[in-house]
């Protein structure tokens, strides 16, 4: 059965750190989406990509976050300067069209130190 | 802007019981609305959504959800609860006005499943 594929599982990373969260979304799908989870609080909507760009965004994705769709398979999401608070679980998820389901990754766990 | 509330954090249940997890939402216009299951270690999987048309909707695993817009309630059930249903259960909503099918989710249940 397809599936979102994200790697890392677990990324630890330094305070101040440019960080990459990769995805591989299910192949023939057109809209991609990153959310995250800190530990205790919801899951929380932070972009969604359509067409090679951004079709919305959540107040947490200031500048310093980006995605990119480099290479027609992955799916990524950069954080420039990582903070404390960006300690979270991201999900990657993609879906066929605007309003099908949403397909989830396992997620890639974050831990700024 | 749009708001989802689940009552409990944790239920607990023994098998073969009745499992009902509750949610509430705020929207400004009618909004689709859907239940996920997380497993230990997995992703987000849909377990229901509803979106037009008949307001119970059935899913996977024996789960069905009814939507009652009076309420502005979407509440999950299952007749009886199995040990394989203790896992994290998330209810969401989406804008279909939007242009970036984004979900807004609730806080979780997590659902224990006692022998």
């Known amino acids: 059965e397809p599936e979102v594929t994200q790697t890392p599982s677990h990324q630890v990373t330094q305070m101040g750190q440019e960080v990459i969260l990769r995805c591989v979304p299910i192949s023939n799908h057109l809209y991609f989406y990153w959310y995250r989870q800190i530990l205790g609080q919801k899951v929380e909507f932070l972009v969604s990509?359509?067409?090679?760009?951004?079709?919305?965004k959540s107040e947490i994705f200031d500048d310093q976050f980006s995605v990119e769709r480099p290479d027609g398979s992955n799916f990524t999401l950069k954080i420039r300067s990582t903070k404390l608070e960006d300690s979270a679980m991201y999900f990657c998820a993609s879906s066929v069209g605007l309003y099908t389901e949403a397909f989830f990754g396992q997620g890639t766990r974050l831990t700024v130190v | 802007a749009q708001s989802v509330t689940q009552l409990g954090s944790h239920v607990s249940v023994s098998e073969g019981a009745l499992v009902l997890l509750r949610c509430n939402y705020s929207s400004s216009v009618p909004p689709y609305l859907f239940w996920y299951v997380q497993y230990p270690n997995q992703g987000l999987q849909l377990l229901l959504k509803?979106?037009?048309?008949?307001?119970l909707v059935k899913g996977i695993n024996g789960f069905e959800a009814e939507f009652k817009k009076s309420e502005t309630s979407f509440h999950l059930t299952k007749p009886s609860a199995h040990m394989s249903d203790a896992a994290e259960y998330f209810c969401a909503v989406s804008d279909p006005r939007a242009a970036g099918n984004k979900l807004t989710f609730g806080g979780g249940t997590r659902v224990l499943v006692k022998p």
């Open positions: 990509f359509y067409n090679n760009e951004i079709s919305e």
């Open positions: 509803y979106t037009t048309g008949a307001t």
